[in-house]
């Protein structure tokens, strides 16, 4: 049972390269591939499900493929495709996943999450991030007809970009004490999360791990786990031909 994890590909009609990369993945990957579980900002940006915007349909178009040739898709949202909702995962096969969320991998449960809620030291995100995750700010926002939408989202997009700007490299990265009580309030010694966009494999004390998957701007990256329960962090080009990758089992 092979089972693949990605994060951040922020597909966008404006990169058609990251597209493409990812339709030659799937179509290399997907094959031998169980499971692929996707941890948010999967799009740079989701204004609703209702958006029927051909870029939307072509991605979705993709992940049907897979689930409809039998493969298992997870689906947890990240802080730019948080209202993708029930009407996305039921076209597309996927299961939504909460954040966080525990499974089972080959036997050792794991922690899997987007990665923004780890971030506690940027205060002004953490306000937003619970604003936006309120059932009634979402009911809202998604009453608006989609061109308000679409313009809202430029402007959220301009605003976090000007912040982050101003940002110590620091305080977009993980607390270290909130890695450390997320893990032990869900009884794990594993963690996978993406979006700092800083791919790494961390061993942390008591033989822990936490594996942060990295963003799909010049390299794509997975975390492939195969059924002899080895699990390791992948990266190819983005430019590269992808013929030579294959998922083993
Ligand atoms: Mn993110």
Redesign the pocket.
């Known amino acids: 049972m092979t089972t693949l994890f990605i994060s ?1 590909l922020h597909l966008d009609q404006s990169r058609p390269i990251v597209t493409a990369a990812f339709e030659r993945f799937m179509e290399i990957m997907a094959p031998n591939c169980d499971a692929l579980y996707i941890l ?2 999967f799009f740079e940006v989701w204004i609703g499900d209702d958006d029927d915007c051909p870029f939307n349909a072509r991605i979705v178009k993709l992940l049907q493929q897979f689930t409809n040739s039998g493969g298992l898709l997870y689906f947890m949202v ?3 495709d948080f209202l993708i909702g029930d009407d996305f995962a039921s076209r597309s096969g996927a299961t939504l996943l909460e954040d966080p969320t525990v499974i089972d991998l080959n036997g050792t449960p794991t922690l899997l999450m ?1 990665g ?1 809620s780890l971030c506690t030291d940027d205060t002004d995100y953490m306000s937003f991030r619970l604003q936006a995750r309120s059932p009634l700010w979402q009911e809202q926002l998604l009453s608006q007809p989609l061109a308000a939408r679409r313009e809202i989202a430029r402007q959220l997009r301009e605003q976090s970009q000007s912040m982050n700007s101003l940002k110590a490299d620091d305080i977009m990265d993980v607390n270290h004490s909130e890695v450390a009580r997320v893990m032990s309030e869900a009884n794990v010694s594993r963690l996978i999360h993406g ?1 700092t966009h800083r791919p790494e494999v961390h061993r942390l004390e008591g033989e822990k791990e936490r594996m942060v998957l990295g963003d799909w701007h010049d390299n794509l990256w997975w975390i492939q786990a195969s059924a002899n329960g080895d699990l390791t962090l992948n990266k190819r080009s983005i430019n590269d031909d992808l013929s030579n990758l294959n998922a083993t089992r």
Do not use: E, V
């Open positions: 951040d948010g900002d990240g802080n730019r987007h923004d979006h």
